[in-house]
Nanobody, 124 residues
Framework: QVQLVESGGGLVQTGGSLRLSCAAS????????MSWFRQAPGKEREFVAG????????NYADSVKGRFAISRDNAKNTVYLQMNSLKPEDTAVYYC?????????????????WGQGTQVTVSS
C-alpha cells in the first residue's frame, strides 16, 4: 500500500523559511516523478514544484521560482521542499504527490497518490 506522509509545516512570519518533507512507502519511488501542490481556502489545488525520478530536473510555478527548492533523496524515499522568503500568499495546505510515471508537471490528473497535507501559515 502506497503511503505519503508530509511534515514540517507550521506558522512562520513573512520572510521566514520552512522545510517540508514527504516520506513515501509502498513503491519504488525512484521510478516516478514527484511534486508538491498547495491549496488555499476557497481556491483550487495548484502546482508548486516537481522533480524528475533522479532529481536532476526540476519544475516550478512562477509564483515560487527563486524562493522555493524541491529535492529528493531516493535512498530515503523522501522528497523535500525548502521554502524561503515566505509571503502571506503562500499560506495553504501543502501536499506531496507521486505521478503515474515520469511526469513532474502541473496536471493533477497525472498523479495517483497524495499525502494528507501539512498546513503552512505565513503571518504578515
Amino acid at each position: 500500500q502506497v503511503q505519503l506522509v508530509e511534515s514540517g509545516g507550521g506558522l512562520v512570519q513573512t520572510g521566514g523559511s520552512l522545510r517540508l518533507s514527504c516520506a513515501a512507502s509502498g513503491r519504488t519511488f525512484s521510478n516516478y516523478g514527484m511534486s508538491w501542490f498547495r491549496q488555499a481556502p476557497g481556491k483550487e489545488r495548484e502546482f508548486v514544484a516537481g522533480i524528475s525520478q533522479s532529481g536532476s530536473r526540476t519544475n516550478y510555478a512562477d509564483s515560487v521560482k527563486g524562493r522555493f527548492a524541491i529535492s529528493r533523496d531516493n535512498a530515503k524515499n523522501t522528497v523535500y521542499l525548502q521554502m524561503n522568503s515566505l509571503k502571506p500568499e503562500d499560506t495553504a495546505v501543502y501536499y506531496c504527490a507521486v505521478s503515474r510515471g515520469i511526469y513532474y508537471g502541473p496536471l493533477l490528473n497525472q498523479y495517483d497518490y497524495w499525502g494528507q497535507g501539512t498546513q503552512v501559515t505565513v503571518s504578515s
